[in-house]
């Protein structure tokens, strides 16, 4: 299957700092790439998908000034939790998607937000 | 929109015995469903998928089967191993886009 990684894997801040987290697709091109939140025993919850050069589409309840996506070229995504609070500690997963490819996960950062 | 539930939420099984978990979806359009396996502090892995063209597919030990007209697929696991232990999302996508995940099924093999 094809690779995503994300950087860092864990993260721990204080309140009201940003934290910036990457997702790579090293093996092939995303045009999509998606962000999902998963709090313990919980499914996946999409926050937002983007298309490269585009604007990111938020889901309903997902502050889009608080969380930053940037899908500035095939192979990058950034997510950036600003001004973060422990409200905002989770374990955050990207997934790349290269049509008609299936989505391929990242192995997740765990923030924790002090 | 799609709706995609999962069952059983939780399973146990003994090792060596078979696991099936079934996923239902709401939504005729959707033609591709992919199973995921989470294992405890990693992101979901692709382990098999399904079109809706083909009503089985296998890959070793694990195999997917798809009934278009109920509108439901189930993820069959033969020959449960330990390491088999995990959370099992399935999903439920339109031509690879906009896809819905199911709540998820822990499943526990038990030596």
């Known amino acids: 299957g094809a690779v995503v990684s994300q950087h860092p894997s864990r993260v721990i801040c204080k309140s009201g700092t940003s934290v910036k987290i990457e997702c790579r697709s090293l093996?092939?091109?995303?045009?999509?790439m998606f962000w999902y939140r998963q709090f313990p025993k919980q499914s996946l919850m999409l926050m937002a998908t983007s298309n490269e050069g585009s604007k990111a589409t938020y889901e309903q309840g997902v502050e889009k000034d608080k969380f930053l996506i940037n899908h500035a070229s095939l192979t990058l995504s950034t997510l950036t939790v600003t001004s973060a609070h422990p409200e905002d500690s989770s374990f955050y997963i990207c997934?790349?998607?290269?049509?008609?490819?299936?989505?391929?996960f990242g192995p997740g950062t765990r923030l924790l937000v002090l | 929109g799609e709706n995609v539930e999962q069952h059983p939420s939780t399973l146990s099984v003994q090792e060596g015995d078979s696991a099936v978990i079934k996923c239902t979806y709401s939504?005729?359009?959707?033609?591709?469903f992919p199973w995921y396996k989470q294992e405890l502090g990693k992101g979901p892995q692709l382990i098999i998928d399904?079109?809706?063209?083909?009503g089985e597919k296998k890959d070793q030990r694990i195999a997917v089967t798809l009934n278009k007209t109920a509108k439901h697929f189930s993820l069959h696991i033969t020959e449960t191993q330990p390491e088999d232990s995990a959370v099992y999302f399935c999903a439920a996508s339109n031509y690879g886009q906009n896809f819905v995940f199911g709540p998820g099924t822990r499943l526990s093999v038990l030596p």
């Open positions: 997934s790349a998607q290269g049509l008609p490819r299936p989505q391929y």
């Open positions: 093996d092939f091109q995303a045009t999509t």
């Open positions: 939504d005729s359009a959707s033609n591709y």
């Open positions: 399904i079109r809706s063209n083909v």
